[in-house]
């Protein structure tokens, strides 16, 4: 009975590849999010989603494409990845009636040779 | 520009005593305040918040306190227990379900 998953867990792959990252929330909450945490530890929110809609976008490149096909769901396609783009993904989610506490997924690493 | 900062990147404790962690802002827009404490190879974990309107919030052996004139945020745990090694990050908030601006991490080990 996860909170929140994410698939897969560790992901290996070759610079210009395309690939995606999946996240799902049991938690009944209406807002999704995208971290990224980098080799230095800091972790940056990238997207945001409320009820399938877009409100956060932090200045990501384009080759990231959130999308959402349900409330439940928040997932992360990645295309041409470079070596720049190794790090720990996090999906997160919240309630949106005043609540502030985010819920976190366990991360997906992401390596690119 | 690091706008959330914990300036220890590591502390060590002994089990028993009280550990500190400490977190300073510069922008005074933050309104929610949150620690999480992360394990490794898992995602953060919420740990107690505190609001604006607030200085002290307490819950079991976390207590956070919150300056906001010197824009500072502290979070305490006594006892200290071996078990709460981890790193552990302020996050903190603009408005309700908005994005979160997280610390830098402070590593804390307690030692037996």
């Known amino acids: 009975d996860t909170a929140v998953s994410q698939t897969p867990k560790y992901l290996v792959t070759q610079m210009g590849n395309d690939k995606s990252i999946k996240c799902e929330q049991n938690l009944g909450h209406d807002t999704m999010y995208w971290y990224k945490q980098d080799s230095k530890k800091f972790l940056k929110i990238m997207f945001s989603?409320?009820?399938?809609?877009?409100?956060i976008n932090e200045t990501v490149p384009n080759r990231f494409s959130p999308k959402s096909p349900d409330k439940a769901h928040l997932n992360l396609h990645i295309n041409s990845l470079e070596l720049g783009d190794s790090a720990v993904y996090f999906c997160?989610?919240?309630?949106?009636?005043?609540?502030?506490?985010?819920?976190f997924g366990p991360g997906t690493r992401l390596t690119v040779t | 520009d690091q706008q959330v900062k914990q300036n220890s990147p590591s502390l060590s404790v002994q089990e028993g005593r009280i550990s500190i962690l400490n977190c300073d802002y510069t922008n005074s827009m933050f309104d929610y305040f949150l620690w999480y404490k992360k394990y490794p190879a898992e995602g953060p974990t919420f740990l107690i918040s505190i609001s604006s309107i607030k200085d002290k919030n307490e819950d079991g052996r976390f207590t956070v306190f919150l300056n906001k004139s010197a824009k500072h945020l502290s979070l305490h745990i006594v006892p200290s227990q071996p078990g709460d090694s981890a790193v552990y990050f302020c996050?903190?908030?603009?408005?309700?379900?908005?994005?979160?601006?997280f610390g830098t991490g402070t590593r804390l080990q307690v030692t037996l």
């Open positions: 989603y409320n009820n399938k809609e877009l409100i």
């Open positions: 996050a903190l908030s603009t408005g309700t379900a908005s994005k979160l601006t």
């Open positions: 997160a989610s919240s309630r949106t009636d005043g609540y502030y506490e985010q819920y």
